[in-house]
């Protein structure tokens, strides 16, 4: 089957402008370059990169898991969505250990090359089986009022992995602001 969302950027633009939709794949296109500019940097670069990914990763499946999933069981079925919500709980484990490699070591380029491999086919999954379900099953005006919600929970979420609460939508809600705070207080005063 195809990806009816293979560029992410040009399907993002001929939706409704803060879609929930066009948001997220929005969201990939940036990851998918992120991923690209921390392989190819190094040292300090290498970090910024990184650190960017992480914290974005982070937030992007946080508010998924709040605001998309939900709707997705609907819409896509609760099998497509729990299968996404478990992807996103390994990925929440992998992102805790690379956070905690050296950004110059041989054994961190391949654990990010693996990582890279499954974000990019949970993207794929997601950009094939969910978001045509949302856009096929909710009118512009519901999309937009999620993506508003969206706006609002980059905000609150963490920004470093939490695989205690990932891939539970229940969790992150309970556990991502008092997260999202450690985080940012955790990132003021350095590693």
């Known amino acids: 089957m195809t990806n009816p969302f293979q560029d992410e950027r040009t399907?993002?633009?001929?939706?409704?402008?803060?879609?929930?939709?066009?948001?997220?794949?929005?969201?990939?296109?940036?990851?998918?370059?992120?991923?690209?500019?921390?392989?190819?940097?190094?040292?300090?670069?290498?970090?910024?990169?990184?650190?960017?990914?992480?914290?974005?990763?982070?937030?992007?499946?946080?508010?998924?898991?709040?605001?998309v999933r939900p709707v997705a069981k609907r819409t896509a079925g609760s099998e497509e969505a729990?299968?996404?919500?478990?992807?996103?709980?390994e990925?929440?484990?992998?992102?805790r250990q690379l956070e905690g490699m050296d950004v110059s070591g041989p054994d961190f380029e391949e654990v990010l090359a693996e990582f890279e491999r499954a974000v990019s086919e949970h993207?794929?999954?997601?950009?094939?089986?969910?978001?045509p379900a949302i856009v096929t099953h909710l009118m512009p005006d519901r999309r937009q009022a999620m993506g508003a919600r969206l706006?609002?929970?980059?905000?609150?979420?963490?920004?470093?992995?939490h695989p205690s609460v990932a891939g539970s939508p229940a969790a992150v809600a309970l556990a991502g602001p008092f997260a999202a705070m450690m985080d940012k207080a955790r990132d003021a005063i350095g590693r």
């Open 151 to 161: 706006r609002r929970a980059e905000h609150l979420a963490p920004r470093h992995p």
């Open 91 to 95: 990925a929440s484990e992998v992102l």
């Open 82 to 89: 729990d299968a996404r919500n478990a992807e996103e709980k």
């Open 11 to 67: 399907a993002a633009a001929r939706l409704p402008d803060d879609d929930i939709v066009a948001l997220l794949l929005e969201q990939h296109a940036r990851i998918r370059e992120l991923f690209g500019v921390t392989r190819r940097a190094a040292g300090a670069s290498r970090q910024r990169a990184f650190d960017e990914l992480r914290a974005l990763l982070a937030v992007h499946e946080a508010a998924e898991e709040l605001i």
């Open 123 to 131: 993207a794929e999954h997601e950009e094939r089986e969910e978001f």
